[in-house]
């Protein structure tokens, strides 16, 4: 951890300090508006200015110069977080051992937990407006009544006019002073805080690597390897080794030639082939052209075959027509002749046995 002063900031002189000018202000327009001093005040432009006190008040504790008492107060404790980010990131490079990372977002985190930017930014703009805001009003309040009939009396009212005029335009000018003042705090302790980061970030930059020192001894690192490598070519490629590569390269080339030679040999080869080939298959085209009137006059003659066959089949079928009818008629004798024989038969039987 590294050695910061840890003696504490009181916070209510800060507070007061702040607070004092303006305050003064106020406690002499209070002192005019009872004829204390000869400042003539009216009861609404005390009212309104002690209004824009009340808020002034409000927003000291986000003003810088108030803001930087916690910041210095809390510190070690943002510090041991710091310590503890760095320890756990610690990086080796070239034999030196640093943490790789970034304190910042620490130290922004630390700011806004102890004040809101928002309110600090908008003060200085808030301020001068409502003075202005509070001298219409004030006018506003003292706008005498015009609808009086004589003129003294209007007189009058004119002159009340411009007496309020004057006192509301004090409500302007306390705002518009207590702008410059928060800026001049505002700026003095936003400088107080960064001259007191600007000291510590300088105190860690011995435990950080920075992204500079880092792309350094890359370079280094890689001018390093390509200076061994230069080294190791050096070494590897010697007069020896070169004519050993150079022997290499002609055994291969021969052995290219070679296969060069080979390669030519089989394409002549395969186009001596490939015309046979060629050939073979012109001839067993032609004897296929052959085959198939072959073919052809063997289908021709196997038509006219089974066309005869028909023919010879029908004259078949008349002829057997014929004989069955020549059959049946036969057939039909022979039952004639056997009907006969049969008659025959009887009468002779019965001829026979009449003749007994």
């Known amino acids: 951890m590294i050695q910061v002063n840890e003696r504490k900031i009181n916070q209510t002189p800060r507070f007061f300090m702040v607070l004092s000018v303006p305050l003064i202000l106020f406690l002499l327009l209070l002192l005019g508006y009872n004829s204390f001093i000869p400042l003539k005040v009216e009861m609404h432009s005390i009212f309104i200015i002690f209004l824009i006190l009340v808020i002034f008040v409000f927003f000291i504790s986000h003003n810088a110069w108030y803001s930087f008492a916690n910041f210095k107060n809390e510190l070690p404790n943002v510090l041991e977080k710091v310590d503890s980010y760095l320890l756990n990131n610690q990086l080796i490079i070239a034999q030196k051992k640093k943490a790789y990372g970034n304190i910042e977002p620490f130290f922004q985190n630390h700011i806004r937990a102890i004040r809101n930017d928002n309110f600090a930014n908008i003060a200085a703009s ?7 805001l509070g001298t219409f009003t004030a006018i506003a309040i ?15 009212e004119i002159t009340v006019l411009l007496s309020g005029v004057g006192t509301a335009f004090y409500a302007s000018i306390y705002g518009i002073f207590l702008s410059i003042w928060w800026v001049f705090f505002e700026k003095r302790g936003l400088t107080k805080i960064q001259n007191e980061l600007d000291e510590i970030k300088f105190q860690y930059r011995d435990l950080i690597w920075d992204k500079d020192e880092i792309e350094l001894h890359r370079i280094l690192e890689n001018q390093e390897q390509n200076q061994r490598f230069l080294e190791k070519i050096e070494n590897v490629v010697t ?11 002609k055994a291969k080339l021969s052995h290219i030639e070679n296969l060069e030679e080979e390669y ?17 298959f012109e001839e067993t085209t032609k004897k296929q052209e052959k085959l198939l009137e072959g073919f052809e006059k063997i289908q021709v003659s196997i038509e006219s075959s089974n066309r005869s066959f028909e023919n010879s089949i029908d004259e078949q079928q008349k002829n057997s027509k014929a004989v069955k009818s020549e059959i049946y008629s036969v057939l039909s004798s022979f039952e004639l002749v056997s009907s006969d024989l049969k008659n025959l038969g009887k009468e002779l039987l019965s001829g026979n046995i009449n003749g007994k």
């Open 264 to 280: 030519r040999q089989s394409e002549q080869r395969i186009a001596k082939s490939y015309i046979s080939l060629t050939k073979v």
């Open 126 to 132: 808030i301020f001068p407006t409502l003075g202005i």
């Open 142 to 156: 003292s706008m005498p009544d015009f609808s009086v009939e004589s003129k003294e009396a209007l007189e009058s």
């Open 239 to 249: 007069p020896e080794y070169i004519t050993s590569l150079d022997n290499i390269a």
